[in-house]
């Protein structure tokens, strides 16, 4: 059980075009989603809180208008990277918290990496 | 505010000798503490947590750690190391209050040598 998938697992785009990507939460239902992001070799940076229904909360230095986060269901969240830019490029990790469990655990997707050429 | 200081970067042992991931924490609230493990190009994996129930907490796979609020240590032990815990070892702290947001030390990279 508490399986989070995601897709793409590996994107390739050319820079200034959008790339969505999808988190879902497979056998529980998710009221709160996270985004991270990981840099090579690096720790994971949370970009995002993603709320069912709400608007998403974004930490400091996260761009809303480039990264955006859209959670309309309770298994579902998505992140489009907008405009993408080589820059860009890195491994994006979701993470949800089961709605119905321990409200400390959460269970991660398996990453999609991003190329932006 | 919360962070979590991995105390290094790159541990080697030889394989069946003990494994030793230090991790020192801070947060204004009192902690939830997890340890995940990343294999290359696979997902996280939680190895163990600490949600303020018994301080030395078993996980998979043999590994353990102990709470030590004094010393505000969570560190990871393993007796006997294998081949197969090589990887990349993140100590993660959130609080229990707020958005549950986790925060990620830097990370370990354990090397197991045959």
């Known amino acids: 059980g508490a399986v989070v998938s995601q897709h793409p697992s590996r994107v390739i785009c050319k820079s200034g075009t959008s790339v969505k990507i999808e988190c879902r939460s497979l056998?529980?239902?998710?009221?709160?989603m996270f985004w991270y992001r990981q840099f090579p070799k690096k720790s994971l940076m949370l970009m995002a809180t993603?709320?069912?229904?709400?608007?998403?909360?974004?930490e400091q230095g996260v761009e809303k208008d480039k990264f955006l986060i859209n959670h309309a269901s309770l298994t579902l969240s998505t992140l489009t990277v907008t405009s993408a830019h080589p820059e860009d490029s890195s491994f994006y990790i979701c993470?949800?918290?089961?709605?119905?469990?321990?409200?400390?655990?959460?269970?991660f997707g398996p990453g999609t990496r991003l190329t932006v050429t | 505010a919360q962070s979590v200081t991995q105390l290094d970067s790159h541990v080697s042992v030889s394989e069946g000798t003990p494994v030793l991931l230090r991790c020192n924490y801070s947060?204004?609230?009192?902690?939830?503490l997890f340890w995940y493990v990343q294999h290359p190009n696979k997902g996280l994996q939680l190895l163990l947590k600490y949600t303020s129930a018994a301080t030395l907490v078993k996980g998979i796979n043999g590994f353990e750690a102990e709470f030590k609020k004094s010393e505000t240590s969570f560190h990871l032990t393993k007796p006997s190391a294998h081949m197969s815990d090589a990887a990349e070892y993140f100590c993660v702290v959130t609080s229990s209050w707020g958005r549950r947001a986790l925060t990620f030390g830097s990370g370990t990279r354990l090397q197991v040598q045959p």
């Open positions: 993470s949800a918290v089961n709605s119905g469990g321990s409200s400390y655990e959460q269970y």
């Open positions: 947060s204004s609230y009192s902690p939830s």
């Open positions: 056998d529980f239902q998710a009221t709160t």
């Open positions: 993603s709320n069912e229904g709400s608007k998403a909360t974004y």
